[in-house]
């Protein structure tokens, strides 16, 4: 039950039920005012604060002027949050293709918005988070959909041994920031999808309030499911593959269906938008083409169109192994059967799942390559990781090169309300005021005073020490240990001491132990005379990922020595405030993956807003902003074949950059005692880094570069009672058919002047188009360098214009290609599809090529 509020108090409610005082430092301090001992107790959870509070102290503040005047003053301030204009209002309005859209459904299996809403497993969720709050801030119109995980993840402890231990601690939805979504009638909101054998899922629907974000949770703990499908929801990431299906026809199938209830109860625009957040939710392509068929008479291919225009999908593992796939029979029997859907056919569902590239499996369900047959506009989470999904998902684009494999880029950002510690801001604000206000002057961080900084940053670095003694000593006391045997912990740790924070998920790609390649030498990094380090570290493996416990168990043996215990230490249960405390007090941030396996990873980002430098694998985020001087670049080895030898290379290099240059940066003091180069470094890193690494320039780019040309898209197939729909599916289906009687017949090429470089080659393509009409494919020569095997490399292209027929009737085109570069040149022609209503001309993984390119007469340019 909720606390009931004194009158004069009800503010409170409204400020608790709106998450962002997740982020509004002075909220926060609000609830800290109503008694700053219990807030620190229930671990800065206002709901938790106001259910355990003694009734007299409410009496005291419902009477204290002051307070109420701050209280009344910050109600003010967050209705004004919520109404005001924002960046994305100054886009325009969107009457027409070309405006933003009026609303964009967001769909992610998890969210990390704050410590007290635990829905979260790792990056993804914080990801998501972070996502929402960015909207939040610029405006940007999302609804949020997700699951609620009655024990969320997991909380993590550890063994007398040092092995992960899990338990599910319970989660009571009434003591949280969240209401039942309500009919009008005041009954809750409730969802329902068919099951095989005429069983039947239901759930209600709960309603967080993330900024001016409505966020949707889909809860199946009622009273009308049976025992197994209460749950289906029982915590994140769990169960077997019949249960994880489940869960993701819910989250994409039911949360279609909650947005559906929550427009027509409140009245907010209907989502043109669809962005699906890696595969886990990609059933919503399936409901929406459900709904198109049911309710606009469409095709199922007509209905395909015109949800692929207005969807995006955002993929963020680079392993086969982070995709969900599930054996074809598991989703034959949830899809066909006594459960199939006549709008929605069996086969047709099992074809979009399918793995029908080289080397693909015939027996699983790929929920990723779904997600990007019901997208037309894909995305990865770095400049690398884009790079990774053309060369990892190329197959489903047929004969293109990878670099015409439709999947861009977008590098992940993160809030830097939620986390940049107090102390930074108020510096900031107070040297470049404009960098706080209105996100410019960046370059003004340069002349932050050595002085003011180096102050912040060790007392960021002693709150650090001071929270992981506490936790400390609290683990070791739930290992067993004694009184006696943690009195030790009083001098763990040193808030003068080169502090270096490895925090993450810990599956095997990561190599948390890397660090522990040569323990001797690690050992004498921690225990060095004069520049001493010392290591905090965290994470979490899967319950079900043995081999990541076993890394687990092999810090925490390392860490227990009593030599380097000081020095080094692991801090169980990695959630948003361990993580928070970590990246804001650790002076270096270290990542070492397996490159090119971490799609972006964004802990480092977070350490570069607070004063942090990184040191780590040129992978992800940091393969594209290292610039040599806001941090350290681990070499990597990632051509060998031999792991062993791969990881004992990059771990000496690690070692190596850590002795030599690192640490003597760190120790080089002036004679007043500061740094005077590693500040140079941290404020090269503010100021260069900073503007990047926020989700506010991510949030932009995903509205400029994928939502409103997706809107644009949506409302092309909508008009005219879905026409657009209507005619590229039926051309689709025409250009299909008629595509293996497709071929270029000849080229022919001439240099009039011969083969030089700045001069251009004629190029002429005869080819057979079987009854498709000139309009329907583009003509393109490729051409750039080649390697030994005549292969091109990094081609360009230029579109060939149609000419006269040949003498036997075929379609002729001709152009030139420019000679830009010396060396062996090549060339080739190629025919693919050309629609006004395609976002891309690879989109249909259809072309045809000569059987091979071409050398450039006489050889190589000169």
């Excluded at 083409?289 to 008479?297: D, K, Y």
């Excluded at 490729?782 to 091109?792: A, I, N, Q």
Aim: glycine letters at 10%; charged letters at 25%.
């Amino acid at each position: 039950m909720r606390t009931a509020l004194p009158e004069p108090l009800r503010p409170l409610e409204e400020l608790i039920l709106n998450l962002r005082w997740s982020w509004h430092h002075e909220t926060r301090d609000l609830f800290r005012s109503v008694d700053p001992a219990l807030w620190d107790a229930v671990g800065h959870d206002p709901v938790r604060l106001l259910g355990e509070v003694a009734p007299e102290r409410l009496e005291r503040l419902a009477g204290d002027r002051r307070f109420l005047r701050r209280l009344d003053d910050l109600a003010e301030e967050l209705r004004e949050y919520l109404t005001a204009p924002r960046w994305y209002q100054s886009l325009g309005a969107s009457a027409d293709s070309g405006g933003p859209a009026r609303a964009i459904a967001y769909f992610s299996p998890e969210y990390g918005i704050t410590a007290a809403l635990p829905q979260y497993s790792g990056g993804l969720g914080i990801l998501a988070g972070d996502h929402l709050k960015s909207a939040s801030d610029l405006g940007v119109p999302i609804i949020a959909v997700g699951l609620l995980y009655r024990h969320g993840y997991f909380a993590q402890s550890l063994s007398r041994d040092g092995r992960q231990l899990e338990r599910y601690p319970p989660i009571d939805p009434d003591g949280l920031p969240l209401t039942l979504l309500r009919e009008t009638d005041g009954a809750p909101v409730r969802v329902t999808i068919g099951l095989p054998q005429g069983r039947r899922l239901h759930a209600q629907v709960w309603l967080a309030r993330v900024g001016r974000v409505p966020q949707l949770l889909l809860d199946s703990d009622v009273d009308d499911n049976d025992r197994a499908a209460r749950d289906v929801t029982d915590r994140l990431y769990g169960g077997g593959g019949d249960h994880r299906l489940l869960q993701e026809m819910l989250l994409g199938i039911g949360g279609v269906r909650a947005i559906r209830a929550y427009c027509r109860i409140t009245g907010h625009p209907a989502p043109e938008v669809f962005h699906t957040n890696e595969g886990h939710a990609g059933f919503l392509g399936l409901e929406r083409i459900r709904e198109l068929v049911a309710e606009q008479g469409l095709t199922f291919d007509e209905a395909l169109e015109a949800v692929r225009a207005g969807t995006v999908f955002t993929t963020h593992t680079p392993v086969s192994a982070g995709i969900d796939r599930f054996p074809r029979e598991l989703v034959e029997r949830h899809f066909g059967g006594d459960a199939e859907n006549r709008d929605v056919p069996l086969e047709r569902v099992l074809d979009l799942g399918a793995e029908t590239y080289p080397d693909g499996d015939p027996a699983v369900f790929n929920m990723a390559v779904m997600g990007m047959r019901l997208a037309q506009r894909v995305n990865g989470v770095s400049r690398l990781h884009g790079l990774v999904s053309r060369e990892m998902f190329g197959g489903l684009w047929g004969g293109f090169d990878t670099a015409d494999v439709p999947v861009g880029a977008i590098t992940n950002g993160v809030h830097a309300e939620t986390w940049v510690a107090r102390e930074i801001l108020d510096l900031v604000a107070r040297e470049a005021p404009s960098v706080v206000e209105a996100g410019k002057g960046w370059e003004r961080l340069r002349h932050l005073p050595d002085l003011e900084l180096w102050r912040v940053r060790r007392a960021l670095r002693g709150r650090l020490v001071a929270e992981a003694r506490r936790r400390l000593r609290a683990s070791w006391r739930s290992r067993g240990a004694g009184e006696a045997e943690t009195a030790w912990i009083d001098e763990a740790l040193d808030p003068d001491v080169l502090t270096i924070g490895f925090a993450r998920r810990v599956p095997s790609y990561k190599r948390l132990t890397l660090m522990l390649r040569d323990p001797e030498r690690l050992r004498a990094l921690l225990l060095h005379p004069e520049r001493p380090v010392q290591i905090v570290i965290a994470g979490k493996a899967h319950p079900a990922d043995e081999g990541g416990k076993r890394l687990i168990q092999e810090m925490v043996r390392f860490a227990d020595g009593e030599d380097v215990r000081h020095r080094i230490v692991f801090l169980p249960d990695y959630d948003m405030a361990l993580g928070r405390l970590l990246v804001q007090g650790c002076d270096v941030w270290m990542n070492n993956p397996l490159r090119p396996l971490e799609a972006c990873g964004t802990s480092g980002m977070k350490a570069a807003l607070n004063g942090g430098l990184n040191l780590s694998i040129r992978d992800g985020w940091w393969d594209e902003w290292y610039d040599g001087r806001n941090g350290w670049a681990i070499p990597s080895a990632d051509g060998l074949d031999e792991p062993d030898r791969r990881d004992a290379l990059e771990a000496a290099a690690l070692y190596d950059l850590i002795e030599d240059q690192v640490a003597v940066l760190f120790y080089d003091r002036d004679p007043s005692g500061l740094p005077r180069r590693w500040m140079e470094m941290v404020k090269h890193t503010l100021a260069a880094l900073g503007p990047k690494v926020l989700a506010s320039r991510m949030l932009r780019d995903y509205v400029t570069e994928l939502y409103t040309p997706a809107a644009a898209a949506s409302r092309a197939m909508r008009a005219d009672g879905y026409a657009g729909a209507r005619e590229l599916a039926a051309w689709k289906q025409r250009v299909a058919k008629a595509w293996p009687g497709v071929a270029v017949k000849r080229v022919e090429a001439d240099a009039a002047e011969g083969p030089h470089v700045g001069g251009r080659l004629s190029v002429r393509a005869v080819v057979e188009l079987a009854g498709l009409d000139p309009a329907d494919v583009a003509v393109e020569a490729v051409y750039g360098r080649v390697d030994e095997s005549d292969t091109l490399l990094d081609p360009s292209s230029v579109e060939l214009a149609p000419a006269e027929p040949d003498d036997d009737g075929r379609a002729c085109y001709v152009g030139e290609v420019p000679l830009r570069r010396s060396g062996a040149f090549g060339y080739s022609v190629r025919v693919v599809p050309r629609h006004r209503l395609l976002a891309h001309r690879a989109e249909m993984g259809l072309i045809a090529l000569p059987p091979e390119p071409n050398r450039v007469p006489n050889g190589a340019l000169r």
